[in-house]
């Protein structure tokens, strides 16, 4: 039988790490002018990222009113209780398994007035392949999507699924918000697709865009290698 370290001490000593390397990063944030627009259509908005960029945006939006969906498996919960030190909300569950609860819960969530973030290539990809979950959630609970993504100069990028980059310490950091979107309560299934792909397409090409600007080219730049 596989042992298991304690979720709490390693989540303590995960979330000390990424202060220890916040605090040294040179953080820019970009587009806020685009989370106004989106607070104009909907007081509470849900951020869409990619799994993989997850960790600097842990660190860039810590103690910000949002609540995190994260599966219950072991890693999930880990990330889950990590972020909770950071000053995050944890929902247990996935969109995609045993979808309708967690959607229901996630839209008590943002009717109670917290924002949701959501990893919408998650829990294991395919990676850079936006799920339904965002685009449902906006459809039933009239919330805008913000894509937001990050990148960095100087980073380790890491061989999972998700390609999970964490920043190196001094790094300069950049997190940009996209252009804000919204499924209406009516959208039929082939409007839903098209908005999702529409969100996909945003965040994806934020992304490319922010990793050619920072000077990475070629595989470094997303979608990386096997995508």
Known sequence: MKIRPNAKVVSFLASLMIRLLGVTWRLEIRGGERLDRARKISERVIY??????????????????????????????????????????????????GGARALRELKGVLAEGCDIGLTVDGPKGPRGRVQQGATELSRLASCAVVPITDTAK?????????????PVPFAKVIVEY???????GTAGAEEREELRIELEKRLGDLTSRLDREIGYRGEDVWPHEDS
């Not at 810590?62 to 995190?68: I, L, M």
């Not at 996209?178 to 499924?183: A, N």
């Open 178 to 184: 996209g252009e804000p979107l919204i499924v209406p």
């Open 48 to 97: 869409a990222f990619w799994h993989g960029r997850l960790l600097a945006l842990s660190w860039s939006h810590r103690n910000r009113n949002v609540h995190v969906l994260a599966s219950e498996h072991y890693d999930g919960d880990l990330m889950g209780k990590t972020i909770e030190w950071l000053g995050f909300g944890h929902l247990k569950g996935s969109t995609t398994r």
């Open 154 to 166: 100087g980073r380790k990028i890491f061989g999972s699924w998700d390609r999970f980059q964490i």
